[in-house]
Protein backbone atom coordinates (compact mmCIF):
# COMPACT_ATOMS: atom_id res chain seq x y z
CA UNK A 1 0.00 0.00 0.00
CA UNK A 2 1.39 3.12 -0.76
CA UNK A 3 1.96 6.42 1.55
CA UNK A 4 -1.29 8.29 1.89
CA UNK A 5 -0.96 11.71 3.74
CA UNK A 6 -3.82 12.42 6.62
CA UNK A 7 -3.97 15.77 5.38
CA UNK A 8 -3.39 17.72 1.99
CA UNK A 9 -0.64 19.46 1.49
CA UNK A 10 -1.46 22.86 0.42
CA UNK A 11 1.10 24.83 -2.10
CA UNK A 12 0.39 28.61 -3.12
CA UNK A 13 2.08 30.24 -6.19
CA UNK A 14 1.55 33.81 -8.36
CA UNK A 15 0.38 32.85 -11.79
CA UNK A 16 -0.70 35.46 -14.28
CA UNK A 17 -3.93 34.53 -15.92
CA UNK A 18 -5.27 36.07 -19.09
CA UNK A 19 -8.30 37.71 -18.81
CA UNK A 20 -8.14 39.35 -22.44
CA UNK A 21 -6.19 39.86 -25.65
CA UNK A 22 -4.76 42.66 -23.67
CA UNK A 23 -5.49 42.24 -20.31
CA UNK A 24 -3.94 40.31 -17.74
CA UNK A 25 -4.19 39.85 -13.80
CA UNK A 26 -2.28 38.49 -11.11
CA UNK A 27 -4.75 35.81 -8.71
CA UNK A 28 -3.55 33.50 -5.85
CA UNK A 29 -4.09 29.70 -6.78
CA UNK A 30 -4.10 27.12 -4.36
CA UNK A 31 -3.23 23.83 -5.71
CA UNK A 32 -3.57 21.11 -2.95
CA UNK A 33 -1.62 17.78 -3.24
CA UNK A 34 -4.17 14.88 -2.52
CA UNK A 35 -3.69 10.85 -2.37
CA UNK A 36 -6.25 8.71 -5.08
CA UNK A 37 -7.70 5.71 -4.74
CA UNK A 38 -5.37 3.86 -6.35
CA UNK A 39 -2.46 5.39 -4.17
CA UNK A 40 -1.16 7.87 -6.79
CA UNK A 41 -1.33 11.64 -6.39
CA UNK A 42 -3.82 14.60 -7.79
CA UNK A 43 -3.90 18.51 -7.37
CA UNK A 44 -6.88 20.06 -6.43
CA UNK A 45 -7.97 23.75 -7.18
CA UNK A 46 -10.31 24.95 -4.55
CA UNK A 47 -10.75 28.03 -6.26
CA UNK A 48 -11.94 26.21 -9.14
CA UNK A 49 -13.24 23.35 -7.06
CA UNK A 50 -11.50 21.15 -9.97
CA UNK A 51 -8.96 18.26 -9.32
CA UNK A 52 -5.86 17.59 -12.02
CA UNK A 53 -6.78 13.40 -11.83
CA UNK A 54 -9.47 11.20 -10.56
CA UNK A 55 -10.00 10.48 -6.88
CA UNK A 56 -10.65 7.21 -7.96
CA UNK A 57 -7.12 6.62 -8.99
CA UNK A 58 -5.38 9.18 -11.31
CA UNK A 59 -3.06 6.43 -12.63
CA UNK A 60 -5.61 4.10 -13.06
CA UNK A 61 -7.86 6.89 -14.94
CA UNK A 62 -5.05 7.73 -17.12
CA UNK A 63 -4.18 4.63 -18.45
CA UNK A 64 -7.27 3.53 -19.26
CA UNK A 65 -8.72 7.24 -21.40
CA UNK A 66 -5.20 7.95 -22.67
CA UNK A 67 -2.23 4.86 -23.00
CA UNK A 68 -5.26 2.56 -23.34
CA UNK A 69 -8.01 3.45 -25.11
CA UNK A 70 -5.75 5.73 -27.15
CA UNK A 71 -2.44 4.81 -27.57
CA UNK A 72 -2.67 0.99 -27.69
CA UNK A 73 -5.10 1.56 -30.46
CA UNK A 74 -2.69 3.09 -33.40
CA UNK A 75 -0.63 0.23 -35.11
CA UNK A 76 2.03 2.75 -36.10
CA UNK A 77 5.71 2.49 -34.71
CA UNK A 78 6.38 6.11 -35.08
CA UNK A 79 3.78 8.28 -33.39
CA UNK A 80 3.50 12.04 -33.67
CA UNK A 81 0.93 12.88 -30.44
CA UNK A 82 -0.51 16.45 -29.09
CA UNK A 83 -1.96 16.48 -25.90
CA UNK A 84 -3.49 19.30 -24.36
CA UNK A 85 -3.47 20.70 -20.88
CA UNK A 86 0.24 18.75 -20.06
CA UNK A 87 -0.28 19.41 -15.95
CA UNK A 88 1.21 16.86 -14.05
CA UNK A 89 2.83 15.43 -16.91
CA UNK A 90 1.53 12.15 -15.67
CA UNK A 91 0.19 11.07 -19.38
CA UNK A 92 3.55 12.33 -20.63
CA UNK A 93 5.38 9.54 -18.38
CA UNK A 94 2.68 6.70 -19.20
CA UNK A 95 3.45 7.59 -22.77
CA UNK A 96 7.06 7.26 -22.35
CA UNK A 97 7.42 4.12 -20.55
CA UNK A 98 4.91 2.18 -23.12
CA UNK A 99 6.68 3.98 -25.86
CA UNK A 100 9.71 1.84 -24.50
CA UNK A 101 8.11 -1.01 -23.91
CA UNK A 102 6.71 -1.08 -26.93
CA UNK A 103 9.72 -0.46 -28.91
CA UNK A 104 7.89 2.76 -30.37
CA UNK A 105 9.26 6.29 -30.97
CA UNK A 106 7.08 8.81 -29.88
CA UNK A 107 6.88 13.12 -30.66
CA UNK A 108 4.94 13.74 -27.39
CA UNK A 109 3.60 18.06 -28.39
CA UNK A 110 2.23 19.07 -25.33
CA UNK A 111 0.32 22.73 -24.42
CA UNK A 112 0.26 24.50 -21.27
CA UNK A 113 -0.84 27.81 -20.49
CA UNK A 114 -0.02 27.28 -16.58
CA UNK A 115 3.10 25.33 -15.85
CA UNK A 116 3.55 23.20 -11.97
CA UNK A 117 6.56 24.80 -10.10
CA UNK A 118 8.88 22.09 -10.15
CA UNK A 119 8.51 22.42 -6.06
CA UNK A 120 5.37 21.31 -6.49
CA UNK A 121 6.65 18.63 -9.19
CA UNK A 122 8.86 16.90 -6.87
CA UNK A 123 5.84 16.13 -4.36
CA UNK A 124 4.06 14.33 -6.79
CA UNK A 125 5.08 10.14 -6.19
CA UNK A 126 4.33 9.46 -9.90
CA UNK A 127 7.77 8.19 -10.95
CA UNK A 128 8.30 6.11 -7.53
CA UNK A 129 5.32 4.41 -7.54
CA UNK A 130 5.20 3.69 -11.78
CA UNK A 131 8.83 3.38 -12.54
CA UNK A 132 10.92 3.27 -9.12
CA UNK A 133 13.77 2.53 -10.96
CA UNK A 134 13.61 5.14 -13.55
CA UNK A 135 11.85 7.57 -11.49
CA UNK A 136 13.86 10.58 -12.41
CA UNK A 137 12.11 10.08 -15.92
CA UNK A 138 9.14 12.12 -14.20
CA UNK A 139 11.56 15.25 -13.34
CA UNK A 140 13.45 15.16 -16.48
CA UNK A 141 9.88 15.76 -18.05
CA UNK A 142 9.43 18.75 -16.19
CA UNK A 143 13.39 19.49 -16.52
CA UNK A 144 12.98 19.98 -20.50
CA UNK A 145 12.92 23.40 -21.18
CA UNK A 146 9.76 24.77 -22.93
CA UNK A 147 9.12 25.55 -26.55
CA UNK A 148 11.55 23.56 -28.07
CA UNK A 149 12.10 19.52 -28.65
CA UNK A 150 14.13 17.64 -26.07
CA UNK A 151 14.94 14.05 -26.44
CA UNK A 152 13.76 12.16 -23.27
CA UNK A 153 15.09 9.16 -24.53
CA UNK A 154 16.09 7.53 -27.93
CA UNK A 155 12.26 6.70 -27.93
CA UNK A 156 10.60 9.76 -26.82
CA UNK A 157 11.09 13.58 -27.90
CA UNK A 158 8.56 15.80 -25.79
CA UNK A 159 8.33 19.45 -27.20
CA UNK A 160 6.26 21.44 -24.65
CA UNK A 161 4.79 24.98 -25.39
CA UNK A 162 3.96 27.29 -22.93
CA UNK A 163 0.71 28.74 -23.83
CA UNK A 164 -2.91 28.63 -24.98
CA UNK A 165 -3.97 25.98 -27.60
CA UNK A 166 -6.77 28.17 -28.81
CA UNK A 167 -4.47 31.08 -29.54
CA UNK A 168 -1.96 28.75 -31.19
CA UNK A 169 -0.80 27.19 -34.09
CA UNK A 170 -0.88 23.44 -33.81
CA UNK A 171 1.55 21.15 -35.28
CA UNK A 172 0.60 19.12 -38.07
CA UNK A 173 0.33 15.25 -39.36
CA UNK A 174 -0.75 14.19 -35.84
CA UNK A 175 -1.93 10.53 -34.82
CA UNK A 176 -3.31 10.86 -31.83
CA UNK A 177 -4.60 13.39 -29.35
CA UNK A 178 -5.15 13.45 -25.44
CA UNK A 179 -7.37 16.00 -24.82
CA UNK A 180 -6.87 16.61 -21.01
CA UNK A 181 -8.33 19.93 -20.22
CA UNK A 182 -10.78 20.65 -17.01
CA UNK A 183 -13.94 19.94 -17.31
CA UNK A 184 -16.06 21.89 -19.10
CA UNK A 185 -18.43 23.37 -16.88
CA UNK A 186 -14.68 24.80 -15.16
CA UNK A 187 -13.18 25.64 -17.98
CA UNK A 188 -15.67 26.14 -20.80
CA UNK A 189 -13.72 28.05 -23.01
CA UNK A 190 -11.51 24.35 -23.58
CA UNK A 191 -14.31 23.07 -25.26
CA UNK A 192 -15.30 25.49 -27.99
CA UNK A 193 -16.13 24.48 -31.55
CA UNK A 194 -12.92 26.29 -32.92
CA UNK A 195 -10.62 23.99 -30.63
CA UNK A 196 -12.13 20.73 -32.74
CA UNK A 197 -11.94 22.05 -35.57
CA UNK A 198 -8.29 23.11 -35.45
CA UNK A 199 -7.35 19.12 -34.46
CA UNK A 200 -9.80 17.68 -36.68
CA UNK A 201 -7.00 19.58 -39.30
CA UNK A 202 -3.90 18.57 -38.18
CA UNK A 203 -5.03 15.39 -37.45
CA UNK A 204 -3.36 12.50 -40.15
CA UNK A 205 -6.46 10.52 -41.74
CA UNK A 206 -7.45 7.93 -38.70
CA UNK A 207 -5.86 9.69 -36.36
CA UNK A 208 -7.46 9.29 -32.66
CA UNK A 209 -8.50 11.67 -30.16
CA UNK A 210 -8.97 10.47 -26.31
CA UNK A 211 -10.75 12.19 -23.29
CA UNK A 212 -12.37 11.62 -20.41
CA UNK A 213 -15.27 13.79 -21.06
CA UNK A 214 -18.77 11.93 -21.98
CA UNK A 215 -21.02 15.22 -22.10
CA UNK A 216 -23.24 14.65 -25.18
CA UNK A 217 -22.53 18.55 -26.11
CA UNK A 218 -18.94 17.83 -26.54
CA UNK A 219 -19.63 14.66 -28.86
CA UNK A 220 -21.52 16.71 -30.90
CA UNK A 221 -18.95 19.60 -30.70
CA UNK A 222 -16.60 16.68 -31.86
CA UNK A 223 -18.79 15.47 -34.67
CA UNK A 224 -19.58 18.63 -36.39
CA UNK A 225 -16.15 19.28 -36.39
CA UNK A 226 -15.44 16.01 -38.44
CA UNK A 227 -15.05 13.43 -36.12
CA UNK A 228 -16.63 9.60 -35.92
CA UNK A 229 -17.46 9.63 -31.84
CA UNK A 230 -17.98 6.80 -29.73
CA UNK A 231 -18.99 6.20 -26.22
CA UNK A 232 -17.01 3.74 -24.32
CA UNK A 233 -16.34 2.03 -21.31
CA UNK A 234 -14.82 5.13 -18.79
CA UNK A 235 -11.92 4.38 -15.70
CA UNK A 236 -12.72 3.79 -12.16
CA UNK A 237 -15.50 5.72 -11.07
CA UNK A 238 -17.05 7.24 -14.33
CA UNK A 239 -19.46 5.34 -16.75
CA UNK A 240 -18.28 6.27 -20.29
CA UNK A 241 -15.70 8.19 -21.72
CA UNK A 242 -15.55 9.97 -25.53
CA UNK A 243 -12.71 8.46 -28.67
CA UNK A 244 -12.72 10.00 -31.74
CA UNK A 245 -11.64 8.87 -34.98
CA UNK A 246 -10.50 11.33 -38.16
Request: charged share 25%; aromatic share 10%.
Amino acid sequence: MYFCAKKPIIFKELITMSTGYNEKQAIFTERELQVTADGSHTLFVPSMDEHYHSVNGAVQESAHVFIEAGLHQLAKKEIRLLEIGFGTGLNALLTLLDAEEKEKMVTYYSFELYPLELSLVEKLNYGKIICPAQADLFIDLHRAAWNEPVAITPAFTLHKMEGDSNRSTLPQNIDLVYFDAFAPDKQPEMWNPEIFKKLYECMNQGGILTTYCAKGVVRRTMKEAGFSVERIPGPPGKREMLRAVK
